[in-house]
């Protein structure tokens, strides 16, 4: 209970911040791009290169914001909020709302036969695409391919995300679910990274459905992403 309480003040705090946050940070992102147009039509090649590295920089910035306040809202999960909910589902939603993205780089999703569960719809299907955009952002040379099963153990469901991307070092296989870290290791992978918050979002919704979530992998041969949830 102590848990809980500390959690909601967090999220509270998090919210209020990233709302305050984001405000000025597109504020100064619209205005850099006004004056980045008006330098492209002056020919000002300098001038519009440090705009440009002001724009990146609200870029990520929103981005970070967006990841804080997903962070928040996940901690604010409460067995309250659960419902029977069907997996299968859930994936086929957030596979439609990704779809464009998944299109655009080629990526093939296949998926097994998946269970009903007691949990927060809306947070277990973050789960889902937090760990499919992970998948794509970590990607190697060839078309992502991901496959998501399902196994029941004996008092939970295991679910894997298994993907041909070019692996995680075993240094890694813990951190990568620290708030903020990414796989600096692959390079090729920098312009996909995105606020290092994903795996973090993941892990808390996961824990606080009674469940646990890890990674296994060797180097060059793909990820493998693990998580359980109570079965019924």
């Not at 504020?27 to 519009?48: C, H, I, M, P, Q």
């Not at 996940?74 to 709302?97: H, N, Y």
Request: hydrophobic share 40%; net charge neutral; proline share 3%.
């Amino acid at each position: 209970m102590a848990r809980s309480k500390s959690d909601r003040e967090v999220s509270e705090f998090l919210l209020r911040a990233c709302h305050d946050l984001r405000t000025s940070a597109r504020t100064v992102r619209t205005n850099a791009e006004l004056f980045l147009k008006d330098a492209g039509a002056r020919r000002n090649s300098r001038f519009e290169q440090r705009l440009g590295f002001i724009v990146e920089g609200a870029r990520r910035i929103d981005l970070l914001l967006d990841g804080l306040a997903s962070y928040s809202v996940a901690l604010q999960t409460e067995a309250a909020s659960f419902q029977s909910t069907r997996m299968d589902v859930l994936l086929r939603l957030v596979l439609t709302k990704l779809d464009k993205e998944l299109r655009d780089c080629g990526a093939e999703v296949v998926y097994g036969e998946l269970p009903t569960v007691t949990g927060n719809p809306d947070r277990l299907m973050q789960v889902f695409e937090n760990l499919l955009r992970n998948a794509v952002a970590h990607r190697g040379q060839a078309a992502p391919r991901i496959h998501i099963s399902a196994a029941k153990q004996t008092e939970d469901w295991l679910f894997t995300v298994r993907d041909n991307g070019p692996g995680i070092e075993a240094a890694f296989l813990e951190s990568i679910f620290t708030p903020f870290e990414r796989l600096q290791n692959h390079p090729q992978n920098k312009d996909r990274w995105g606020a290092g918050l994903g795996l973090a979002v993941c892990r808390a919704i996961v824990e606080r459905h009674g469940g646990r979530i890890w990674a296994e992998s060797r180097a060059e041969s793909g990820a493998t992403l693990c998580f359980t949830l109570p079965a019924d």
